[in-house]
């Protein structure tokens, strides 16, 4: 399978650069996976297409302010620094640019030294391996020197930091935000629960994947970055008993997904477990534990958009696409929503 087969026509101008005031005011396109029929509607109708009986499972991993702009020691040099993953005590994987004047020994400095980070290891496409250096708790410091990494598609600044943050986010530790869950509000998941749909947190922490481009023709070559996930005890019974008694599990964002789908490829059931997961999910996938999916509009020729292929259909999502261009729907990470609902 070709990744041209995913690629699709999007003006400049749908790709949204600021989120909407209210979270839930979002447009909601709803794309019924058996029949292919789409209706059109606004976030917060979403609990119309919840029954009773259902588990919606959301990823709780925080943003790190996780982008930070410092100088190499040596020569003054201007060096950016995305922390993307935590490999272990102060040891992290990062995105670097430019990443030619990034050598192993390389010392940035940031905050007129609150934090250095010496080079340990050099690898492909700009990742480097970095010791971490700073007296006091790293995540204060992030806070105070460190910005939300929004993607490279985003060109306004973010007025307010917690926009690029779910209201449910708790575990720290993400380089992106899982952007399916922002367009919920307290009040709207008070409203689900109310309704007697059951609500579930998993935990993912969104990595590189995110930023890497599909450099392949054919998808079955592409080679996807781990990311570690969580599932609690408490998670992993509610979900089987969800599955048992007939319920849908209707999982919010596509890292949701890619944990559901691990675990129950891995032991056939839903259990507790962690670890770190490079599932890659396209069209020819049969799916184990995800009935329904709320998700965003993403990036022509990307894994996400073969992984809502694989649920829907590639033909009924790229028809999907194309009326949502028409409709005019805002695109990406602070873009307008889709459900992908089935019996």
Request: net charge neutral; charged share 30%.
């Amino acid at each position: 399978m070709k990744v041209e087969d995913f690629d699709y026509e999007l003006p400049e101008e749908l790709i949204a650069q600021t989120p909407l005031e209210k979270r839930d005011a979002s447009r909601l396109l709803v794309l019924d996976k058996e029949t292919g029929r789409i209706e059109h509607q606004h976030f917060r109708d979403i609990l119309d297409y919840l029954k009773e009986g259902d588990t919606l499972v959301l990823n709780d991993t925080k943003v790190l302010p996780a982008r930070l702009i410092g100088e190499k020691e040596e020569t003054k040099a201007v060096i950016e620094i995305l922390l993307l993953k935590n490999m272990e005590e102060d040891n992290w994987e990062c995105l670097v640019k430019p990443a030619r004047r990034v050598k192993v020994g390389t010392v940035v400095s940031f905050g007129e030294g609150l934090l250095k980070a010496k080079c340990t290891k050099e690898l492909d496409d700009g990742i480097r391996y970095f010791e971490l250096d700073y007296k006091g708790i790293l995540y204060e410091i992030l806070d105070k020197l460190g910005t939300m990494p929004l993607p490279p598609y985003i060109h306004e600044k973010l007025k307010d930091q917690s926009r690029y943050q779910t209201v449910y986010a708790k575990e720290v530790g993400s380089a992106a935000a899982p952007t399916a869950g922002l367009h919920f509000t307290t009040e709207l998941l008070e409203r689900i629960k109310q309704k007697n749909i059951s609500i579930c947190y998993v935990t993912l922490h969104v990595g590189l994947g995110t930023f890497r481009p599909v450099k392949v023709e054919k998808i079955e070559d592409h080679e996807m970055h781990s990311e570690y996930y969580h599932m609690s005890e408490e998670v992993a019974k509610k979900l089987n008993e969800t599955k048992k008694n007939g319920g849908r599990i209707i999982s919010v964002g596509t890292t949701s997904t890619r944990v559901l789908e691990t675990i129950q490829s891995k032991y056939n059931e839903f259990r507790k477990c962690s670890g770190f997961t490079d599932i890659f999910i396209y069209p020819g996938y049969q799916f184990k534990g995800v009935d329904c999916l709320i998700t965003n509009f993403h990036l022509p020729k990307s894994t996400l958009i073969m992984l809502v292929s694989a649920l829907a259909g590639r033909e009924a999502i790229l028809k999907a696409y194309q009326v949502a261009v028409e409709k005019k729907y805002r695109f990406f990470s602070f873009g307008d929503a889709m459900f992908i609902k089935g019996e």
